[in-house]
């Protein structure tokens, strides 16, 4: 009776909201933030862009950085213009290849009391970049802004995906909070 009852009670906490195990937890990529608490980011209004001091390695992956910064930053009231901006965008993206293990062990029972405890890993390529973005006033080009967070990407092809997302949770950080008086 308790073999069947252990997986019906399992269903039933999943299915009214118990809370992952701490391996199943979601984890957002560390978005570290600089800015200038003297500066008023309310007076800027326009951007361009900058050649990037390092730009991506890959065509793609550099074409996806500026199309997804080009989207998020009239939503933050920038407008992107060919000359004079108030501010110069530039980034800098750095990716490696490396192997990740992901452990795992089952333990099983046999009546009786014997078993067998069984360990393995699971190997991966992954991809890890780290993306900065940064924002330079355009009358002095010091840095007023900055933004970055590594990532890791399992599966190549959702790298144009990646990026969006990093891009965006970098940029919701975007203006920053008015220094206190």
């Known amino acids: 009776m308790s073999r069947t009852?252990?997986?019906?009670?399992?269903a039933a906490a999943i299915a009214f909201g118990a809370a992952p195990l701490p391996a199943q937890q979601l984890r957002l990529p560390q978005v570290d933030v600089d800015f200038d608490p003297e500066v008023d980011f309310g007076e800027f209004h326009t951007y361009g862009w900058k050649d990037p001091a390092r730009p991506a390695e890959d065509p793609k992956a550099h074409t996806s950085i500026v199309w997804y910064v080009d989207g998020e930053l009239p939503k933050k009231g920038l407008e992107k213009v060919a000359q004079g901006p108030d501010l110069w965008v530039r980034y800098y993206a750095k990716a490696r290849s490396r192997i990740k293990g992901t452990p795992s062990q089952t333990d099983s029972r046999l009546p009786g009391g014997t078993g067998s405890l069984t360990a393995s890993i699971d190997f991966q390529k992954v991809r890890e970049g780290t993306l900065i973005l940064e924002l330079q006033r355009a009358s002095d080009e010091r840095v007023v802004w900055r933004a970055g967070s590594d990532f890791t990407s399992i599966d190549a092809r959702r790298l144009d995906a990646e990026i969006r997302a990093a891009v965006?949770?970098?940029?919701?950080?975007y203006p920053p909070p008015p220094a206190e008086p």
């Open 168 to 173: 965006r949770l970098l940029l919701r950080r």
């Open 5 to 10: 009852l252990c997986p019906w009670l399992a």
